[in-house]
């Protein structure tokens, strides 16, 4: 009864666990010089933008954001008595 081992021909876990981080990593690499190769799309080129020589370049300057008229008045209420509910405070902001 004690020759018999359960299963000992598996792999520890630090070994799994190394060869897990292994191929994940060489995922990775391979994705990467993958990315880095491929060729530039003409769907995701931006233009460039150059100045023209001779014309004066025009800055516009941002218009100043203007204050919203706003009035708003905060009612708080809460029960005070069992006899009912009492206003606490009015603020106008």
């Known amino acids: 009864m004690n020759a018999y081992q359960f299963l000992a021909k598996l792999p520890s876990n630090g070994s799994v666990a190394s060869v897990v981080t292994l191929l994940v990593s060489a995922w990775f690499l391979v994705a990467a010089g993958a990315i880095l190769t491929d060729p530039t799309s003409v ?51």
Do not use: D, F, K, W
Not at 49 to 76: D, K, L, N, W
């Open 43 to 93: 769907y995701t080129q931006r233009a460039t933008v150059t100045a023209r020589s001779g014309q004066p370049e025009h800055i516009a300057q941002a218009a100043m954001p203007a204050a919203p008229q706003a009035h708003t008045t905060i009612m708080v209420v809460t029960a005070r008595r069992a006899s009912g509910l009492r206003q606490v405070s009015a603020t106008s902001l």
